[in-house]
């Protein structure tokens, strides 16, 4: 099978593209690059030894993706290709919407166009906003608090309203909750630009000494420590999650949603210790004010997934400390 992967060389795109070869399937990626290194693709072949086809085009000009479609005969679309940073979609609300959307929309009429009617969904945990208790099930009510998570639910409402136009559509929306970790080689991982703005690649970038100190973005959340709950998954294990949608696909109703977590919550200063007693690194850190837009508590209940796909993830909070850590020691400055 030839499934397509747009955003194959950013962070999630790589690793599912690893899994996808080692399950065997072909693996066409497209990626304009506008946030990830051409470098990926040879480390790719480096750890699985097979042959990936790479597009660097721009899914906004529907022509270049038509001629893709033209070249190779795909079975199945993952489309992870999207602008993801919250901060920057808060300042540059059309930038977001019209990347995310309209290539979205372009890839979805292409597939339509050569009858490919497969696909899979790289969404957020953050289309459930605040949410009122825990764990977090796949019918909350949705609501996106920044321009970067409207995006993702509007797209979500795109794709539940394609598959009710034409029944041969079969759509899944994987909504991820925090993933971190790296492949075990060390040789592919998250390579944010400049100051990373989630919480394991800064806590790797002190570590290793390229960043002063960690800023614990508020100690006084109704939570145990008072610091910030999450559910981090290891990206491999999610990798493996969107494999299993993909082998489930054809008995799935045209439109499915499923939470990709672990179902348990660590605290900012869990992540801290774990990472401390997986490395035996030291990392220094204060408490500063909470950042805005921050939610106190999120993690998933993941049973949907479990029952339905067959899937869970496997990897612990300790691996996924040892794995980044790997990647950002073989790898200071990423891929350059
Ligand atoms: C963030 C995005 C979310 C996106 C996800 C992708 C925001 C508000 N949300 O989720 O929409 O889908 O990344 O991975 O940006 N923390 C610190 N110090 C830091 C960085 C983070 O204390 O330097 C804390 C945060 O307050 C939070 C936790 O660590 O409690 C995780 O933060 P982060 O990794 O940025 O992920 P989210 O905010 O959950």
Request: neutral net charge.
């Amino acid at each position: 099978m030839n499934i397509l992967v747009t955003g194959g060389t950013g962070y999630v795109g790589s690793h599912t593209t690893i899994e996808l070869l080692n399950k065997n399937y072909n693996v066409i990626i497209v990626d304009n690059l506008s946030n990830s290194n051409e470098k990926v693709i040879e480390r790719i072949k480096e750890i699985t030894n097979r042959h990936v086809k790479f597009y660097a085009i721009d899914l906004l000009n529907e022509e270049d993706l038509n001629q893709v479609f033209i070249n190779h005969k795909i079975d199945a679309v993952m489309h992870f290709a999207g602008y993801k940073a919250v901060g920057e979609s808060v300042k540059l609300p059309l930038k977001y919407y019209t990347n995310n959307l309209v290539s979205t929309l372009n890839l979805c009429k292409v597939m339509e166009r050569f009858n490919v009617y497969k696909l899979i969904f790289s969404s957020s945990a953050t289309v459930y906003g605040k949410p009122a208790s825990f764990p977090i099930k796949e019918d909350f009510p949705t609501n996106a608090t920044n321009p970067y998570g409207r995006s993702k639910l509007m797209i979500e409402g795109i794709l539940s309203d394609l598959s009710n136009s034409n029944k041969n559509w079969k759509i899944v929306s994987l909504r991820y909750f925090n993933p971190v970790g790296a492949h075990e080689s060390g040789k592919i991982g998250e390579d944010p630009n400049g100051i990373p703005n989630n919480l394991m690649p800064f806590l790797t970038q002190v570590a290793i000494g390229k960043l002063p100190e960690l800023k614990v973005f508020g100690n006084d959340y109704p939570t145990k420590d008072g610091t910030g709950v999450r559910d981090y998954i290891h990206v491999v294990d999610l990798a493996k999650g969107h494999i299993k949608a993909l082998e489930k696909i054809d008995a799935l109703d045209n439109y499915e949603v499923f939470n990709l977590g672990t179902g348990r919550g660590y605290s900012v200063l869990e992540v801290i210790e774990a990472f401390q007693k997986a490395t035996g690194m030291q990392v220094k850190y204060k408490f500063v004010d909470r950042r805005p837009g921050d939610i106190p508590v999120s993690y998933a209940d993941a049973t949907k997934a479990l029952k339905i796909l067959n899937w869970k993830a496997n990897k612990d909070i300790f691996d996924m400390c040892i794995d980044s850590w790997n990647w950002q020691q073989n790898n200071p400055n990423g891929y350059n």
